[in-house]
Structures are given as C-alpha cells and as structure tokens.
C-alpha cells in the first residue's frame, strides 16, 4: 500500500511536468489548492491548476492534455480570468 507521502510526492513530481510541459506551449500554470498547501492533502486529493495565461487555441483544449499527461490521477483546472473576484 502507498502512503500519504508517497502520494503526495508523486502527485508533486507529477504537477511539475505538466507544468514544464504547458509553459513550453506558452501556457503559466500554478499549483494551487491541497497538494500545494499540503496540510489537508489526502489519498482523494485531486491536483489543482489555476491557469494565469494561456494562448486562445489552446484555452480549454489543455485540460485533455494535462488528464493524458496525468494517466489517471484526478486534477481540477481554473482560468484565473473566469474567478469572480467578489467571492
């Protein structure tokens, strides 16, 4: 069985190739949320993306890339432009 922290190290690891993959396609993404708080990261943790810039073409298109690239583990995306600044 895996624990928590091979989990979370995983996840990490994981989230920092994405990254480095959308940042290549002009694509600034951040690590937010549970994995990068960690203090309330658990086994049905999802990864977290709020995308700060994205070219047109590929604005939603790389949420199908990052699952593909992920293989499975759970993620969320938000466009930084979409968050209602009121709440």
Same mark, same amino acid.
């Given at each position: 069985?895996?624990d928590?922290s091979?989990?979370?190290s995983r996840?990490?690891? =994981? =989230?920092?190739?994405?990254?480095?993959?959308?940042?290549?396609?002009?694509?600034?993404?951040?690590?937010?949320?549970?994995? =990068?708080?960690?203090?309330?990261?658990?086994?049905?943790?999802?990864i +977290?993306?709020?995308?700060?810039?994205?070219?047109? +073409?590929?604005?939603?298109r790389?949420? =199908?890339d990052?699952?593909?690239?992920?293989?499975?583990?759970?993620?969320?995306v938000?466009?930084?432009d979409?968050?209602?600044? +009121?709440?």
């Amino acid at each position: 069985m895996t624990d928590l922290s091979d989990l979370r190290s995983r996840d990490l690891e =994981a =989230a920092k190739r994405v990254a480095v993959s959308l940042k290549e396609r002009g694509v600034e993404v951040r690590l937010v949320g549970s994995l =990068a708080r960690g203090t309330d990261f658990d086994a049905s943790s999802d990864i +977290d993306f709020l995308v700060l810039k994205c070219p047109e +073409d590929l604005r939603y298109r790389i949420e =199908a890339d990052v699952e593909d690239m992920l293989e499975g583990i759970p993620i969320d995306v938000t466009y930084l432009d979409e968050v209602n600044s +009121d709440h």
